[in-house]
């Protein structure tokens, strides 16, 4: 099999499929040998901060000399993004060969009428490819689910991580905070350490973990018996250059905006967390993987003149923290926006809450199937921000942006990971 041929096979898995429980997912495993039940696992769940999270806990786990796989959705320089070892995406190559070994799995559990999703066959190929590559430890970035997400069909983590929780994938997950809690805690195993994410700001600007989801976790936690371990955002300071000072951890951070400050708190409880399950994990290594984590198209300034930033926050709780970071970095710039949703995202919401803060703002289509109409979102702004275009050429929305935009001024591009994947390629040539 080669590397496109591997890559059509996976896109013509469907991508959701609503009947409940692991049992693709475990079929599928069974058939290949349970790669899973020879990893150790770190398991990342929650709405937002998931793929930083989990990249900053893998970069620390490397850096303490720990052979560390890392699983992560969505991609934006290329797909081989989602699957890595010791920072390093798997090769053309080697994807070809696991997804060929995956392909062959499928065949056989098809003959029981088992049709294993775009989601399952990635993630079994992450976990053979994992255990191939004799990983220690594996850092798992779940999907939109909790309980019944196929990542949960792991043994009992070491760590599990709940990042902030807000409201999306509200058709499937329930349409509170609380219910989505519900849902996300259905991965909290007796024998875990629990980190969340903090439910207290302690000064800093950003929104916490919701009260009711908190309680949701502290609940659950209490009847499984796992610790939970929570960040105490007031004994933590930022200073210049985004250097954090966490207890005897300084490390200077490559993400933006306070909520990245929490997301990093978390990471540093889930890496000394592992100490206690076998893990060597030095405060050094723990600085040296916060300050090496990276991830494209979170907050990320792209280039100058103008300053062109890419986001791909996409619901309330990123558009929130989108707006704190720009009011603290960039005070007093004139903003405008290229912006893009999927059908399934509040849009509308979304879009009234960024337009007051715009001069202009110029929405297209990331995606011709999914993507929702850039005449809605037009209609949506209309009345908050004075400068409103729409346009589903994303070329062309982009040299809309960039006329509009003067020379102190910035293009903040966000609403889809699709949209600022192709503005990306655009910029970068």
Partial sequence: MQYSEALDFIYSRRKFEKSAGHERIAALLDTLGNPEKSLQFVHVVG??????????????????????????SPFVVEFCERIQV??????????????????AGCERIEKDGLHPTFFE????????????????????????GGQNDSTNIIPVPAVTVITAISLD?????????????????????????????PPDNGGFDFVPQPHDAFEVI????????????????????????????????????????????ANAACAVLALTALRSHGFSVPDEAVRTGLENAFLPARMEKISENPTVILDGG???????????????????KEITALLSFMKDKDSESCVKLFAPICKNMVFTLADPVRGEASENMKRYAEAFCPNVYADDSMEESLKTAMRLTKENGIIVCAGS???VSEIRKILRG
Avoid: W
């Fill in 86 to 103: 010791n920072n390093e995406y798997i090769r053309h190559r080697e994807l070809a060969e696991v997804i060929e070994k995956v392909k």
């Fill in 169 to 197: 994938h509200t058709e499937v997950l329930g349409n509170t905070t609380e219910k989505i809690a519900k849902e996300k805690c259905g991965v909290i195993k007796k024998g875990s350490t629990v980190v969340s994410f």
């Fill in 218 to 261: 502290r609940e659950t936690c209490r009847k499984t018996g796992c610790e939970l371990l929570v960040p105490d955002m007031s004994s933590l300071t930022v200073t210049g250059n985004n250097t954090l000072h966490s207890g005897n951890i300084d490390a200077s951070l490559h993400f933006s905006g306070d909520h990245q400050t």
């Fill in 417 to 419: 990971f699709y949209l």
């Fill in 47 to 72: 709405t937002n901060g998931k793929g930083t999270v989990s990249t900053m806990i893998a970069e620390g786990a490397k850096a303490a000399g720990i052979r560390t796989g890392l699983f992560t």
């Fill in 121 to 144: 066959v990635v993630l079994a190929a992450a976990l053979i490819y994992f255990q191939e590559r004799s990983c220690s430890l594996a850092v798992l970035e779940a999907g939109i």
């Fill in 314 to 332: 996409h619901n309330i709780g990123c558009i929130k923290a989108l707006i704190k970071m720009l009011q603290k970095d960039y005070p007093g």
